[in-house]
């Protein structure tokens, strides 16, 4: 059984840094596509950034790209993300998700919350102004 946790959220000051893993157990895919997304109260989730594992391909939504690190080891079978420069509008709760990504393109010009099958429970992240 497929199992994804998310860890590494918290409360920071605008300006601030945090960084986010996500750990997935029982994930045997020789490819996979890593993703963050997030949902702000009385927002729908939002694809953040996400990553394929075969060649490294990643994607970065408007609102975060020059801010935001997707990055993924996979030995350890984790990815990351790793958010400077944050704002308030940042504040959500942020879900890891993951997919074998058969059959679907691996150059990332966007992502869907559907696209995926396996996802984290989730981690809030809190900026203050």
């Not at 709760?93 to 691996?106: L, T, V």
């Amino acid at each position: 059984q497929v199992q994804l946790v998310e860890s590494g959220g918290g409360s920071v000051q605008a300006g601030g840094s945090l960084r986010l893993s996500c750990a997935a157990s029982g994930y045997t895919y020789r490819t996979t596509c890593w993703g963050w997304f997030r949902r702000a109260p009385g927002k729908e989730r939002e694809g953040v950034a996400a990553i394929y594992s075969g060649g490294g391909s990643t994607y970065y939504a408007d609102s975060v790209k020059g801010r935001f690190t997707i990055s993924q080891d996979n030995a350890k079978n984790a990815v990351y993300l790793q958010m400077d420069s944050l704002k308030p509008e940042d504040t959500a709760m942020y879900y890891c998700a993951a997919d074998p990504w058969f059959g679907k393109s691996w150059y990332l010009t966007s992502i869907d919350w559907k696209d995926f099958n396996y996802w984290g429970q989730g981690t809030q992240v809190t900026v203050s102004s």
